[in-house]
């Protein structure tokens, strides 16, 4: 598999340490709207990976720790209109308990942003 971006590599190895220097080093707002084909974002591309459930959820977690609050990354769409919750709800429909970790992770982020509104 190609990646357009190393970010998008370090979150499918499910390389923490990896994600951690490239957020450490760039822009993170600009890690985190970087897309790669299909329109995925970092995010859209860590619920999506390919990592055994409890190494995914490490590395949303750290990602979701890292991410700006009050940008909207959440509400990001790939290029078919699916928004990072809407992409982990429709995988924990098929995956079933062990992705409500996933989709609570993603929850407590978006809570925290709107509690930033408030």
């Known amino acids: 598999m ?18 951690r220097i490239l957020l450490q080093h760039n822009s993170r707002a600009e890690q985190f709207k970087l897309r790669r084909c299909g ?22 977690r750290l990602l979701l720790a890292k991410a700006p609050k009050g940008i909207g990354v959440l509400e990001l769409r790939d290029d078919e209109g699916t928004s990072v919750l809407d992409l982990a709800r429709k995988q924990g429909q ?4 062990e ?20």
């Open 2 to 19: 190609g990646y357009e971006y190393p970010i998008h590599a370090a979150i499918q190895l499910g390389r923490e340490d990896v994600i």
């Open 94 to 97: 098929s995956a079933g308990v």
């Open 39 to 60: 329109g995925c974002t970092p995010l859209h591309n860590a619920v999506d990976s390919r990592q055994s459930t409890r190494t995914k959820i490490a590395v949303l």
């Open 99 to 118: 992705y409500e970790e996933v989709l609570d992770e993603i929850e407590d982020f978006q809570d925290d942003e709107k509690d930033l509104s408030v």
